[in-house]
């Protein structure tokens, strides 16, 4: 009969020292994920956000280079031979691929180069509004007391003007008014939506207990508004830009829809909307394309704009 103890204590000599070394060992070391990182990777498995990344890199392929896609003069017509000319599908991506309009202009080309401005307006006034209202609201929400009072009743003064009206206004009072004078108006107005989301961001924050410790350290006010502050407060701050960006490109087009947006006879999606109103009852091809195109950017971007919500708010998930 074998020797059972002998056996088990050969099994404990032999199992024991992996067993040991193991819990020695401890759990496998790893680099903890950030709030960015795990955002990244929500992102990435979002069909949302993969599908508005997609119709927004095209879109901003089609911006940056319209000439890869079309070769024709979205300037020139013939309104002897294409006048109203019906939209021919089997022609992809040639000049009557969307038809013309009244005065013989290819509307695809104006639609592949209307892109430009329309896109051009609403990144540039994000980035404003982003850039302006953000280190407004970081200064009143770490300070607080005067430059708090200061620049909430300024932000109550802005919210009080309609947004539309108040561009139309300030527009208006420009005999030329180019991309750069329409960002700057738009700007000027939108800058306090991203400034109070800021502001209550870096209240929240400043009250951290990593924030506590950095001062306590002696850090600079410069170096803990930029270091420590600044990086946790932006994800409200991304989420707000993102989806306003659509926003901006709607206002550019509504105000050259009424004669007030982008002169000097620059091609934009508003101002074909425009010019087509007047054949949409027998020729609707000639406001469909500009307005779907113009649909179909801010959707990109408002999807966008939802994916990141929830990446970066845990609780969405």
């Known amino acids: 009969m074998p020797d059972l103890t002998k056996t088990t204590a050969t099994d404990e000599k032999t199992v024991a020292p992996d067993v040991t070394d193991a819990i020695a060992a401890g759990p496998a070391p790893g680099k903890p994920r950030s709030l960015w990182s795990d955002a990244w990777r929500e992102l990435r498995s979002n069909p949302l956000f993969v599908i508005s990344a997609f119709l927004i890199v095209v879109l901003l392929v089609v911006a940056a280079f319209p000439g890869l896609f079309t070769g024709t003069d979205p300037e020139s017509g013939d309104q002897v031979n294409h006048f109203l000319g019906k939209p021919e599908l089997s022609h992809f991506f040639q000049a009557d691929w969307f038809g013309y309009d009244r005065t013989g202009r290819s509307i695809y080309a104006r ?27 970081m200064l009143a929400g770490y300070f607080g007391g005067f430059w708090d009072s200061l620049i909430s009743r300024l932000t109550d003064v802005f919210f009080g003007i309609p947004f539309l009206l108040g561009a139309m206004v300030v527009l208006n009072a420009f005999t030329e008014r180019t991309v750069w004078v329409v960002m700057g108006a738009l700007a000027f107005l939108g800058w306090t939506q991203i400034a109070r989301v800021m502001r209550g961001a870096v ?33 409200p701050v991304i989420v707000v830009a993102t989806i306003s960006l659509g926003t901006y490109i709607v206002a550019e087009s509504t105000l050259s829809y009424l004669g007030l947006g982008i002169g000097d006879g620059a091609i934009s999606w508003g101002g074909d909307i425009s010019d087509a109103t007047q054949d949409i009852r027998n020729n609707p091809h000639t406001l469909f394309f500009p307005a779907g195109m113009l649909s179909i950017t801010v959707l990109a971007f408002i999807m966008m704009g939802d994916a990141v919500r929830e990446a970066l708010d845990p609780k969405l998930r």
């Not at 180069?113 to 609201?137: D, P």
């Not at 009250?207 to 170096?223: E, F, I, M, Q």
């Open 203 to 235: 209240i929240t924050t400043k009250h951290a207990d990593y924030v506590v410790a950095a001062r306590a350290l002696g850090a600079g006010t410069k170096r803990i508004l930029f270091r420590h502050i600044l990086p946790n407060a932006l994800a």
């Open 111 to 137: 639609v592949v180069f209307g892109a430009r401005n329309s896109i051009l307006v609403g990144v540039g006034v994000t980035v404003l509004v982003t850039l302006f209202g953000g280190l407004c609201g």
